[in-house]
């Protein structure tokens, strides 16, 4: 990977220099090149598919706890990573959230299938929920979301090394009965 880094205007200035049959061409080459990108004007395009790029990121969090083979890998910055990644083709809001919960589900799902894990494993379950329910409220989801979480919270119930009491803590931050 390059050290040197190039700013934004200086893009912008290689870009003026082009005319639009070479800023088409430009743009097919980072198309074809990087998946990414393919996702991003995919994501432009055709909103349609959109569902369809969301289910793919779920599918990425879904097997580092669940892989239809072998254990496990959870790797929380494969996780977040995919959560990022979503962002950055889509700011549809209910379907980050979606892809934030499904972390927060698939956890607790996953400590409830083996048992006790480790104290980093419940600490990133946590973060996850608090960030995802701080973003459902800042989106105004929660008629759409509550339920769900309040399901996680509740199956979070007598897991140990106080997760359980710390979901509890946090959902009942952001969501009063």
């Given amino acids: 990977m390059a050290?040197?880094?190039?700013?934004?205007?200086e893009l912008r200035d290689y870009l003026n220099t082009l005319d639009n049959k070479e800023m088409i061409n430009e743009?097919?080459?980072?198309?074809?090149?990087?998946?990414?990108?393919?996702?991003?004007?995919l994501a432009?395009?055709?909103?349609?598919?959109l569902e369809e790029v969301l289910e793919d990121y779920r599918k990425v969090i879904i097997d580092e706890f669940f892989p239809a083979r072998g254990d496990g890998k959870l790797r929380y910055s494969v996780m977040k990573k995919a959560i990022s990644d979503f962002k950055k083709i889509s700011d549809k809001a209910d379907y980050i959230a979606e892809l934030m919960l499904t972390y927060v589900e698939q956890g607790v799902k996953f400590t409830n299938t083996y048992g006790d894990i480790?104290?980093?494993?419940?600490?990133?379950?946590?973060?996850?929920?608090?960030?995802?329910?701080?973003?459902?409220?800042k989106n105004?989801?929660?008629?759409?979301?509550?339920?769900?979480?309040?399901?996680?919270?509740?199956?979070?119930?007598?897991?140990?090394?106080?997760?359980?009491?710390s979901m509890m803590d946090i959902y009942y931050t952001y969501f009063s009965e």
């Fill in 3 to 9: 050290k040197t880094k190039i700013k934004v205007k």
């Fill in 27 to 41: 743009l097919v080459d980072l198309f074809k090149t990087f998946p990414d990108v393919k996702e991003y004007y």
């Fill in 44 to 49: 432009r395009l055709k909103p349609e598919y």
């Fill in 118 to 137: 480790s104290e980093r494993f419940y600490i990133n379950i946590e973060k996850m929920f608090e960030s995802t329910l701080d973003y459902i409220i």
């Fill in 140 to 165: 105004d989801l929660e008629k759409q979301f509550r339920k769900r979480c309040k399901k996680a919270m509740d199956n979070s119930s007598g897991i140990g090394w106080g997760f359980a009491d």
